[in-house]
Structure formats: structure tokens, C-alpha cells
């Protein structure tokens, strides 16, 4: 069956104003909302669309962390995954163990796309598609903003510093999302109904043969070094003699 | 001692200067001792230059055909080749390094550090988390290897040197795929300063309204000598290329004076221009949220201010 594999990550909402623990140890999360990473609804959405297509036939949803990420899974099956995988952990997971536990998902599901979003918006890591590409030994066509299927490749327009890039890959591969993609459909009512009746099979992480121990340790979290607000000037000329004061023109 | 390899970044015939960045992010490490490893189809230009900043001990020349782009897939198991004996592997935080990095780590089953903003020893990094609302020090246990990018707006650029470091050619021996194929690249040729690098940066949001009215932020930055940056809501409107995004999905930039005429200043922007020395700021709403953080801020309709700025400069040349 042509499927694609699509993982998302629970994340603090990017709306919500970040604070730190004032002991350090990390950021508040009680009481905050949590969504799906805007990358991989954006990921999630291109394989609706492939589907759509008729280029591909089935899209399952993946997942790794603690029981409260099957709230992301049904969000997902509501905008038209056709099942889901919880890979089930309380653990804190990193990149390259997220990597390797996917790695046993593409090993289980076999897809011909496996598309995750560019970067999670809590640790900023942009790392797991990549390290899920060079695990699985498939081309890697990360931050795309546009994506075309024909036969067995893809071809693939990357935002990259100099301007756009574009790759063709063999499939299976590996797409990594940016914002430009497409713009996630909304989910409606009956969809969060239907979603209820879709498979969604949970796994244990520690089951996977897969060693969960985090290489890093995170010592201590700090908030950034705050600018303060500057003066305000009157007009056009006033900021010019500001500039020119500061030696700055 | 701390064995770096650095891969270098450039466009076959130039260094990238994020590369000289990541020398100085190594040199803060103790005992650091430096290679730059430069993979390109002729290396021979980009070497020479990559030998003569300060810091770099040594410089690994991997020239290969199959280099003539930089495609991770195929640069990878290179880096992997050359990296045997480094303790640490570096590369910039830009789109090259960070498609690239995280391919090498896996191969090497490395953990990675994104986006290292500050090196505080062999094993102690700090870096930005939650789009830089929190930095975090990270502690690598002694021992393992890790692979790192740079935060560029973190580092200045390391300088030329008195003295060139060696320059070694090195074979490829690892299996290169070819699964991936490069097939075009389309750079918005331009004459003004590079955005990542420039000292001005004249930036533009929604406010503009129209690809046309962006030019009108052309011809001040042309005036200034500033590069052009833009809001991510410029870059989705088609107001600008996606090249100009300055944030946390954009370019991370850290010049003199940033201008940001008609941006609301949304956290996801903020991230990019933090390590500004100045950022200017006009925008019709008081309340706006650039205020905040703005050391010069003006309120006003930047269709009249933006030609008054141009013609103030001028009349004052
Ligand atoms: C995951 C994620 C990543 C993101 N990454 C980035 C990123 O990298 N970079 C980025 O920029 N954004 C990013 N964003 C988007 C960000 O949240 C904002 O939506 C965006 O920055 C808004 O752009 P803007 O300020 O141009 O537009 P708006 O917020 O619409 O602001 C327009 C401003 O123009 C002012 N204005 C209107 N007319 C005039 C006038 N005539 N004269 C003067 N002022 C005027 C208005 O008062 C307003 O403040 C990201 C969002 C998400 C969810």
C-alpha cells in the first residue's frame, strides 16, 4: 500500500508567552495550552493533499511521548489521518531517539514518504527528520515549500539562505516542512466525531529495542537578556538627529 | 586537548563567513585545536582562504565531483570519513548546517546542539530554546563526541591570521548514494549586502501592503547601504522573497542598526533581530509590541516617514 508517515509533537502552543521556572529547571507548562507543532500540521496537511491526489493511499500519524499526546493524535485523525501510532513514554525524549524510534515505525509501516515538520517550536532542534533519513538510508528534502510526486520520485522546493532550492529525490524519502508549504485545513465538528472511530494503536516506547536515555543534560534554564524600551521620537527628523547622535548614520 | 572539525560552508569559489564564526565559537573552547574541512568538486580557492584564519590549525581539502553541490545526503558520509579522532564536529546554524548536521550525527550516533550560542568548555554549551525565550546550558557528558551547529548572530568572525595553517587533500573512500539529485537553485541576484552579514538592515512587514510599495524600502536601503530583511506576513503576502524572512523560522541577524518600518513585532520575529545593537522602529499602532523592545520608536505612517528619512540622509550627504 503507498502510505505516508507523518509524526507530530505535542508542543506549548506558539501563542502562549514562554516563562521560565524561577527554579531553572524549565519552562512552565501547567495549566498551558498545548497543540500540535505548526510544522507538522503543515506536514500533516501535504499528505492529506497527496492522498487527495490519489498518489497515496493511506496516512498514518505517529506520535512519541506521554499519555496526553493522543489529544494531538485524534486533532490529527479529525483533519483526515486514517489511523495513529502512539509510541507511549513518559520519558523526555531527544532528536536522535525520536529518530531511532521512528525509524522502528518506518521499519513496521513501510511507507514511501515519510514527512515530519522542519523544527518543533519548544526545543528548536531541527534535527529528527534528518537523523530518521540517514538511519533509514533515504534522501532527506528538508524545509520544502513546494512538493511534487511523479513515479517513484519527488521533487522538492527547499527554502534555503540564497533563495530556493530545488532537489529530486527516489522515494522513499524523507520531507522536512516549512511554514510556505500550504496552510492547514481547520477541522470541523463532525470530523472530531468520525475521529473518534479510527484505529489508534498505542506501543510501548521501552518495547522498541530502542535505548530511551538521553545523551544531554539540560543544567539550567534561564530567561534571555531583556532589551528595555528606548525612547520615542516625533518624527522623521528627530529619529534621523537620533541616528546621527548615536553615530549611527 | 578538544579536536574540532569544522565543515565548511561556501559556494565552490568563497568561504561563507558563518564559517569564520564557527572558528570563534571553537576557539572558546580550551586546548581547542582547529581543522576546517572544506568538501567542493575544486576546494583549492576556498581552502586557501578557510588556512588563514586565526585559530585553524589545520585544513582538510575532500574534493570530489559529486561536491559541486552540497546535498546532505551526499556530504555526509564525507563528513563521517574525515571526522574519525574529533571529539567535537561544528558547522554554522544556517540552512547548510542544518540540513546537513543532524545527517552526520546520526551516522555517527552523536547527540546534537543546535543553534550553540555560547561555548563554555569542552562539555558546557549554552543554546536557545522555546524561539529564544529560554536558553538553556547544556552539559555533553566527557567523552562523547558531539556534533553542534553555530548560532552565527552569536560570533564575530574570526580574523586572517599572520600565518597560513596546512592545507591536506584527503580521498574520498565512503560510498557516496545517489538517490538525491541537485537540480536548480534560484538566488535572487542582488548587489546590496547580504542580509546575515550586513551592518544596516532596512525591514519591512504586512504593513507594505504590495510587492511594489516594498521597493519603497529598496531605495532607502540602497541609500543607507543596508540590506533588506522582511516579516514573515511580507514574505506569505509575496511582498518579498523568502530569503529576506528575518525570525525564528527566517534568519537570525545581529547587525549595527536594524529599521523595521510596519512589523508588529511578534515574538517569532523578535527572535531574529534580539542581538541587534540598535533596532529602530516606526509603526502606525503605539501599542504595537516592537515598542517594547525598541530603542528609537516612532509612531507614524511609514508611507510618509519612509521618503522623509530618505530625504533628511540626502540632504545631508
Ligand atoms: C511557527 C511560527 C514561526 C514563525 N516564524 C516567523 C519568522 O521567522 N519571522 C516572522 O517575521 N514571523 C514569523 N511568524 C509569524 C509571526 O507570528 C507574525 O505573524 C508575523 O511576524 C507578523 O508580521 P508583520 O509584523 O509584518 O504583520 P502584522 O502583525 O500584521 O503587523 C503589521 C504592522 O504594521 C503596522 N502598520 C500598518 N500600516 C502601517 C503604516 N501605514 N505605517 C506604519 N505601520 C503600519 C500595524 O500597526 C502592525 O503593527 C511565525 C509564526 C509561527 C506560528
Wanted: proline residues 5%.
Amino acid at each position: 500500500m503507498k502510505r505516508i508517515l507523518v509524526s507530530i509533537k505535542r508542543v506549548v502552543d506558539y501563542n502562549v508567552r514562554i516563562r521560565v521556572k524561577p527554579d531553572g529547571t524549565g519552562v512552565v507548562t501547567d495549566g498551558v495550552k498545548m497543540s500540535i507543532n505548526p510544522f507538522d500540521e503543515i506536514a500533516l496537511e501535504e499528505a492529506l493533499r497527496i492522498k487527495e491526489k490519489g498518489l497515496a493511499e493511506e496516512v498514518v500519524v505517529a506520535t512519541i511521548g506521554p499519555a496526553d499526546c493522543q489529544q494531538q493524535l485524534r486533532t490529527a485523525l479529525a483533519m483526515g489521518a486514517d489511523r495513529a501510532l502512539h509510541v507511549q513514554t513518559d520519558a523526555p525524549i531527544e532528536p536522535p531517539v525520536a529518530a531511532k524510534l521512528l525509524r522502528k515505525l518506518v521499519d513496521k509501516e513501510q511507507p514511501m514518504l515519510a514527512i515530519l515538520g522542519k523544527q518543533a517550536i519548544d526545543d528548536d532542534a531541527s534535527q529528527t527528520g534528518q537523523m530518521l533519513a540517514a538511519l533509514w538510508g533515504r534522501p532527506q528534502a528538508t524545509f520544502a515549500s513546494k512538493v511534487e510526486l511523479a513515479g517513484d520520485k519527488a521533487t522538492v522546493t527547499r527554502e534555503v539562505d540564497a533563495g530556493l532550492e530545488t532537489l529530486e529525490v527516489e522515494l522513499p524519502a524523507v520531507i522536512t516542512t516549512d511554514l510556505r508549504l500550504n496552510e492547514p485545513r481547520y477541522v470541523k465538528l463532525p470530523d472530531i466525531m468520525k475521529a473518534k472511530k479510527k484505529p489508534l494503536e498505542t506501543l510501548d516506547a521501552a518495547s522498541l529495542g530502542v535505548s530511551l536515555q538521553p545523551a544531554l543534560q539540560l543544567v539550567k534554564f534561564e530567561a534571555p537578556a531583556t532589551r528595555s524600551r528606548g525612547v520615542m521620537v516625533k518624527d522623521a527628523r528627530e529619529l534621523v538627529d537620533a541616528l546621527k547622535k548615536k553615530g549611527l548614520l | 586537548m578538544s579536536k574540532i572539525l569544522i565543515v565548511a560552508e561556501h559556494d565552490g569559489a568563497k568561504l561563507n563567513p558563518a564559517t569564520a564564526k564557527c572558528v570563534t565559537c571553537a576557539r572558546a573552547i580550551p586546548g581547542a585545536d582547529i581543522t576546517v574541512a572544506v568538501f567542493a568538486a575544486d576546494g583549492a580557492a576556498v581552502a586557501a582562504q578557510a588556512a588563514t584564519l586565526a585559530g585553524v590549525a589545520k585544513v582538510l581539502r575532500v574534493d570530489h565531483a559529486a561536491n559541486a553541490q552540497a546535498l546532505a545526503a551526499t556530504l555526509a558520509p564525507q563528513v563521517v570519513q574525515v571526522a574519525a579522532g574529533y571529539s567535537h564536529v561544528f558547522g554554522p546554524s544556517t540552512t547548510f548546517g542544518k540540513d546537513l548536521m543532524p545527517r552526520v550525527a546520526a551516522l555517527l550516533d552523536a547527540p546534537q546542539l543546535s543553534d550553540v550560542m555560547a561555548a563554555e568548555g569542552a562539555t558546557r554549551f549554552r543554546r536557545p530554546m522555546y524561539a529564544g525565550n529560554a536558553i538553556v546550558t547544556v552539559e555533553v557528558p566527557a567523552g562523547t563526541r558531539v556534533v553542534a551547529t553555530v548560532r552565527t548572530a552569536s560570533f564575530e568572525a574570526a580574523a586572517a591570521g599572520a600565518t597560513a595553517a596546512p592545507v591536506e587533500g584527503v580521498a574520498v573512500t565512503a560510498e557516496l548514494p545517489t538517490h538525491t539529485r541537485f537540480v536548480s537553485v534560484s538566488a535572487a541576484r542582488s548587489d546590496r549586502p547580504d542580509l546575515q552579514t550586513a551592518s544596516r538592515v532596512v525591514s519591512g512587514g504586512r504593513a507594505l501592503g504590495s510587492a511594489d510599495n516594498f521597493k519603497l524600502l529598496y531605495g532607502l536601503a540602497d541609500r543607507l547601504g543596508a540590506a533588506v530583511g522582511a516579516s514573515r506576513a511580507a514574505v506569505d503576502a509575496g511582498y518579498a522573497p523568502n530569503d529576506l524572512q528575518v525570525g525564528q523560522t527566517g534568519k537570525i541577524i545581529a547587525p549595527e542598526l536594524y529599521l523595521a518600518f510596519g512589523i508588529s513585532g511578534a515574538i517569532q520575529h523578535l527572535t531574529g533581530i534580539k542581538d541587534a545593537r540598535t533596532i529602530v522602529a516606526v509603526n502606525k499602532d503605539a501599542e504595537a509590541p516592537i515598542f517594547e523592545i525598541a530603542d528609537i520608536g516612532l509612531v507614524g505612517d511609514l508611507f510618509q516617514i519612509v521618503p522623509e528619512i530618505e530625504r533628511l540622509i540626502g540632504a545631508n550627504d
